[in-house]
């Protein structure tokens, strides 16, 4: 039986998409049957990250009973398995959200681990992904106002009874205008599972339509989000510890 993991997020535009394909194409590449799920249905970016922007048969059609969910599971050239969402307004309406729990026991059943890429926010929708989760991890920047809607995020996910892994901090530059790492952690009261780079190739990789795990595999991001998947399946990663790794690894 597979896991379930939600990538969740109070704040939008934190790197919640990069995370969930990047630590899908990790999981993959360490030999797991791995299913990225968008599961931000309102904005769905899945297939737009992976060059699928729209699909003949998307979760939407799964959600609504018009197609069985084996049948809109797709393989990016790279090995990754993703299920798009659509990008059609009108798709969105008799959408039942609490759907995606029962679409998630049938992935269970056919992949190691499946990623929901949640939408962002508290709404309906997020919850949704939240209470279909096994794990849940929180995505944020080092900023105070990402920070303080991942704190309201665990709270809440505390309050489904649901698990947090921990947080993933993006985009962090040398700048000393953004938090510290360790207020970070001390603040949110939660393991931190790793620290992603601000890096020009992250964006690069969007514009090739692949995740950066594969577009560049030696850079700091990359290598990062390898490590934390090796970490979610208790393995050690067996490349050269990062910088990042040795300043906040305690944490």
Known sequence: MGKLITITSGKGGVGKTTSSINLAAALNALGKEVVVVDANLTTPNVGLH?????????????????????DAIYEHESGTKVIPSSLSINELRRINHKKLKEV???????????????AAGLGEEAIAAMESADELIIITNPEIPAVTDALKTSKLIEQLGKEVKGIIVTRVSKSKTQMPISNIAEMLELPILGVIPEDQRVQESLVMKDALVHTHPKSKPAIEYKKIAAKLIGEKYEGKTSFFDRLFGRY
């Open 50 to 70: 992976l060059g699928a922007p729209i699909v003949p048969i998307s979760l939407n059609h799964v959600l609504s009973g018009k197609a069985k969910i084996q």
């Open 104 to 118: 998630g026991k049938k992935l269970r059943k056919m992949a190691d681990i499946i990623i929901y890429d949640s």
